[in-house]
Nanobody, 124 residues
């Protein structure tokens, strides 16, 4: 069992930045593929970014490419999402997720574990 706890959400003006953090419990953090998803009111949960386990290959949704950066700190069992040049359409609850399946399609929400989410609100 893996417990994921997100933090770092908040209210920011358009053009601003936020950094989300997701701390994972457990000793095998390096084996997990990690992803960030978001869900706006009335919309389906959508993929934002992901990082594969051992290779650290990263993936991004087209809507955030060039603005968001996903990274991980193995010593802190933490994955980050640096969000720059934020837009009102980035407003959503952001979820962290983890999968033990190395070959999993990290763009798909088929993860093994999910955090509780953190609210990000971007004002215009």
């Amino acid at each position: 069992q893996v417990l994921l706890v997100e933090s770092g959400g908040g209210l920011v003006q358009a053009g601003g930045s936020l950094r989300l953090s997701c701390v994972a419990s457990g000793r095998t953090f390096s084996r997990y593929g990690m992803g960030w998803f978001r869900q706006a009111p009335g919309k389906e949960r959508e993929f934002v970014a992901a990082i594969r386990s051992s290779s650290s290959i990263t993936y991004y949704a087209d809507s955030v490419k060039g603005r968001f950066i996903i990274s991980r700190d193995l010593a802190k069992n933490t994955v980050y999402l640096q969000m720059n040049s934020l837009k009102p359409e980035d407003t959503a609850v952001y979820f962290c997720a983890a999968t033990e399946n190395y070959y999993s399609n990290l763009r798909s929400p088929s993860y093994d574990y999910w955090g509780q989410g953190t609210q990000v609100t971007v004002s215009s």
